[in-house]
């Protein structure tokens, strides 16, 4: 008798096979892909990665959803550990996956259902600097890092967070945004990058466009425990981080 195996709960360190799933990751385009990445490496055109992903699990009985797509790109494929991804890439969460990310400035990331992150780069000609900032487009994150290799920051419809070496969380639903802080210092703007404050441990900002902040204390201890309950699976990639 034929024996049906269950679904798999967690990320694959590679695909097995080229059958499964040849709707979202045909062969030719990732072909294609693989050989212009190479083409562009060569002559020196191609992007320094920025970011990897290290671990991604089911929250449910079904299959881990994580998908990958760089600019040029029609439409989303399977990510699985290792993937890298460029400046101008994304990473998107499906409705029962939590993802583990790590930035090689610095940093781990924990991306939770349904959400979508880019990658951006503001360079400076001047001053010879670039700043990678993280755009959450929808969902939420938690990071913790210690000390960065480069600025980074958190950008949503809300506003811009300046990171260092913080642990926090955002959270993007539409035009609202929630910042709550673990540890460390966080420096909070609008998106004209007009200076709202400094988030501290145990602060929580609202934050949504052309409206002043409003901010909570809360006990941080408590605030920990909710981190800990809503990342329970990618928990210890992120807590494990050391510079």
């Not at 890092?145 to 920051?153: G, T």
């Amino acid at each position: 008798k034929s024996r049906v195996r269950p679904a798999s709960t967690s990320l694959p360190e590679a695909p097995r096979n080229l059958e499964c799933r040849t709707e979202l990751w045909p062969m030719q385009a990732t072909l294609s892909r693989l050989i212009l990445g190479i083409a562009l490496a060569s002559l020196g055109w191609a992007e320094e990665p920025v970011i990897r992903v290290i671990d991604a699990k089911s929250k449910s009985a079904g299959p881990v959803e994580l998908a990958h797509r760089k600019p040029a790109d029609a439409q989303w494929y399977p990510a699985y550990v290792g993937t890298r991804g460029e400046v101008k890439d994304q990473f998107k969460t499906g409705p029962n996956t939590v993802a583990a990310l790590e930035f090689f400035i610095g940093g781990r990331v924990a991306v939770v259902p349904g959400s979508e992150i880019e990658i951006v780069t503001d360079h400076s000609i001047a001053n010879k600097t670039s700043l990678k900032r993280v755009l959450l487009k929808s969902g939420g994150l938690w990071m913790k890092s210690s000390k960065l290799k480069e600025p980074l920051e958190i950008q949503t419809n809300g506003g811009v967070m300046g990171i260092k070496g913080t642990e926090f969380t955002v959270e993007a639903v539409g035009e609202h945004t929630t910042l709550s802080v673990l540890e460390g210092s966080i420096e909070v703007s609008d998106q004209q990058r007009q200076l709202l404050g400094y988030a501290e441990p145990g602060d929580v900002y609202q934050l949504q466009p052309d409206a002043p902040p409003q901010v909570k204390k809360v006990d941080v201890e408590l605030l920990r425990k909710h981190v800990h309950s809503e990342y329970d699976m990618v928990r210890l990639e992120i807590e494990s981080y050391t510079e």
